[in-house]
Every structure is written in structure tokens, then in C-alpha cells.
């Protein structure tokens, strides 16, 4: 089964920094999404494989940035000025084809 691998979590204290990394099985649109305890997944961003568009949700505007290196077909998530808020678990998701494609998704805890 084809899967994106996604890498960087881990524990930082609010305010920190970490820098979450994805590395997708083909090459293609590819979005960050987490899903905190208890809650829906939801979206954080998103990054188009041709143009390098990229979209955020309200919520980490201006803390979080998505970029990516194409020689190595690799995207990442820079997320600064961390708030208990954004602990969860961060999924990639790759879409091909019209399908999605999904990691099995890398833990990050902010403590207060």
C-alpha cells in the first residue's frame, strides 16, 4: 500500500519551533491536516505541485509555513510560535488522480 511519510514531531514548550517534514510516494498537491483528541481532522495547509500556491487555515496564519523541494520531492511545515492549541497529530495527504492519499501521521505536543 502507497503511503507519504511524514517525520519532525515531537514535545516543544509554547512558543517553540518544529519543523515537520512529509515525503509524498508521487508527486502531486499536497496538504498538512491534524487532528487533535477527540476532534475532526482538520486542515492547516496546503501546497499545488506546479505553480507552489499555497493556502492556509485562519488559525495558523502567519505562525506556520508550507514549502517544498521538488529535487528531492519533499514538503515541509515550518510551524513557529507554537500554542498548546496546535497539539496533534499532523497527517500529509497526497492527491493524485483525484484520490488521496494518506501517512500515518507524526505527534506534536506543546506544552503551556
Known amino acids: 500500500q502507497v503511503q507519504n511519510v511524514e517525520s519532525g514531531g515531537g514535545l516543544v514548550q509554547a512558543g517553540g519551533s518544529l519543523r515537520l517534514s512529509c515525503e509524498p510516494f508521487?508527486?502531486?498537491?499536497v496538504g498538512w491536516f491534524r487532528q487533535a483528541p477527540g476532534q475532526e481532522r482538520e486542515f492547516v495547509a496546503q501546497?499545488?505541485?506546479?505553480?507552489?500556491?499555497?493556502s492556509y487555515a485562519d488559525s495558523v496564519k502567519g505562525r506556520f509555513t508550507i514549502s517544498r523541494e521538488n529535487a528531492q520531492n519533499t514538503v515541509y511545515l515550518q510551524m513557529n510560535s507554537l500554542e498548546p492549541e496546535d497539539t496533534a497529530v499532523y497527517y500529509c495527504?497526497?492527491?493524485?488522480?483525484?484520490?488521496?492519499?494518506w501517512g500515518k501521521g507524526t505527534l506534536v505536543s506543546v506544552s503551556s
Open positions: 495527504s497526497l492527491v493524485v488522480a483525484s484520490m488521496t492519499y
Open positions: 501546497i499545488s505541485s506546479d505553480s507552489g500556491a499555497t
Open positions: 508521487d508527486r502531486g498537491f
